[in-house]
């Protein structure tokens, strides 16, 4: 079904033809306009260009073109559905798919939606300063496209809890609203939603790390057997793409510029010449892998094998998987923390190791990255330095190892040794004045800031000193 664009909220579900959902959707919008309007993007702008959805087919789905953010239209949109889909796992299997909340599931469907749900407005409250600082109009546009769909990702969970949850779904929409990324008093829900990003690098680290835990606890609901969940999951996935684009890229320019630097003036101390040291660069990654691993909740845990048991969360491209996608009996590999403070292997239960299967897939995406920052290293010539993922127990607070004392190198070490390490492991208090002391606007069409090297290409075509933002 093709997107109403006429509709106060454009939508792909026919809302005119609920009443009542599109009333009280019509009565959320002002709550979440206020919202954008005091937790939203703080830098004033005239227009931004944007892409909005425009269908969401496979081919030609978003249109680009100057938007007032304000005036962004955060709709809801779902993939298409397929009247043969049918559940591809757990007790279930082989039924078809659910189009309404079964009574007994809607509790834990209520609160997977809520907790995903939480994320998506609490990621733009961490960002709604960066635009004070961006490094080139380039960057500020991909910052603000990024918030517009995490606006609109919000808006995808909360026309869930409307549509199929009732009263108690109204009183949730309303409270994501009410949380607040670093608040004392009500914070979000998942650790991670309440750390800052308080600078670019910090940017572009959770775009690479905790962007992908969203691609891939996305994934899992995709799968899931409550259908409207599982479209607007799928439509979300593709929105993803970009912002992990803006990750990976970003990251990918920072090395480079600091290679550049290494290489010019021979030394790998750059930040005398406005760059940033490969071993900052590090420790923003351990930050921020580390509490992205978090989001994947403990190694073993009940609540995961009833989400797959019945039908409500699946395993990343479950189809793919060649078993039973039952996994009653089935065992798999987790490494723990054994007698003595060893690291060891030891076999559990499939079903409960289900946070820990996903978390495996997503380590193996984040090598990539590494991978491909080490490439540039290479290719500038740097050699003997590399990037590297930190040991998974290293800096946890969920899970088996959370107050583990675990190298980046994944030793297990005293308390002495733990705290003797942190300033090389972590940032420190002057790497991050270094960082911000680098984060200065650069506002002037195909301009760039010395700290990190020009994009290689520009947004939908267009060159890199095209206005991507107008004040
Ligand atoms: N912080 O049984 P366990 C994204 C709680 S990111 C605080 O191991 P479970 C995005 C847990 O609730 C993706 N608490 O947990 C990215 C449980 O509490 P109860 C977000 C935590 O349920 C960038 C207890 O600890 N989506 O989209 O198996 C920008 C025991 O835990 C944390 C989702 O996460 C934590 N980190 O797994 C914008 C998908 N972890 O029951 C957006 C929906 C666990 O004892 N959520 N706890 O009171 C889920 O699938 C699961 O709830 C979790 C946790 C994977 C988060």
Request: net charge negative.
């Amino acid at each position: 079904m093709a997107i109403d664009y006429t509709e106060r909220i454009p939508n792909n579900v026919d809302l005119a033809g609920d009443r009542r959902l599109q009333r009280a959707l019509e009565s959320w919008q002002p709550a979440f306009l206020r919202w954008w309007g005091e937790m939203g993007p703080t830098l004033p702008t005239q227009d931004v260009y944007l892409r909005t959805a425009t269908d969401v087919g496979r081919a030609g789905w978003a249109h680009f073109g100057r938007v007032k953010l304000p005036e962004y239209r955060w709709g809801i949109f779902l993939a298409e559905r397929n009247p043969d889909r049918q559940i591809a796992f757990g007790q279930h299997r082989g039924e078809p798919v659910w189009q309404q909340v079964p009574g007994e599931h809607r509790s834990s469907l209520q609160r997977l939606i809520v907790i995903q749900g939480d994320t998506e407005p609490a990621s733009v409250e961490q960002q709604r300063r960066l635009g004070l600082t961006a490094p080139s109009l380039y960057d500020l546009r991909n910052l603000f496209q990024v918030n517009v769909e995490e606006g609109r990702h919000l808006w995808a969970m909360v026309y869930l809890l409307h549509a199929y949850f009732g009263r108690a779904g109204r009183d949730e929409a309303e409270a994501l609203l009410l949380r607040n990324s670093g608040s004392e008093d009500s914070p979000r829900i998942l650790g991670a939603f309440n750390e800052e990003t308080p600078d670019w690098l910090s940017f572009f680290m959770f775009t690479y790390f905790t962007d992908r835990d969203g691609k891939y606890q996305l994934g899992t609901l995709k799968e899931s057997a409550f259908d409207p969940l599982s479209r607007t999951c799928e439509f979300m996935l593709k929105e993803e793409a970009h912002h992990m684009f803006v990750g990976t890229t970003g990251v990918d320019r920072v090395v480079e510029r600091t290679a550049t630097l290494m290489r010019e003036r021979d030394t790998d101390d750059v930040a005398a010449f406005g760059g940033i040291p490969l071993a900052v660069i590090q420790k923003y990654l351990n930050f921020h892998y580390s509490v992205s691993l978090d989001l994947f909740g403990g190694e073993t845990s009940t609540n995961v094998a009833n989400y797959f048991t019945t039908g409500l969360k699946g395993r990343w491209q479950e189809e793919r998987r060649d078993d039973d996608h039952v996994l009653t009996g089935a065992v798999t590999q987790v490494e723990q923390l054994g007698e003595g403070g060893r690291l060891v292997r030891a076999e559990l239960p499939a079903l409960t190791a289900l946070n820990h299967d996903l978390r495996v897939q997503y380590i193996a995406d984040c090598e990539t990255g590494i991978t491909r920052w080490n490439r540039i290293l290479a290719g500038q010539g740097i050699t003997g330095l590399v990037l590297r993922l930190p040991h998974v127990g290293f800096n946890r607070k969920v899970g088996m190892f959370a107050g583990c004392q675990i190298t980046p190198g994944g030793q297990v070490v005293d308390e002495a040794t733990w705290a003797a390490g942190q300033a090389s492991w972590l940032p420190t208090p002057a790497d991050k004045a270094h960082v911000e002391s680098l984060m200065r606007p650069v506002y002037e069409p195909g301009k760039i800031a010395a700290w990190l090297a020009p994009p290689r290409n520009g947004i939908n075509g267009q060159p890199l000193d095209y206005e991507y933002v107008r004040f």
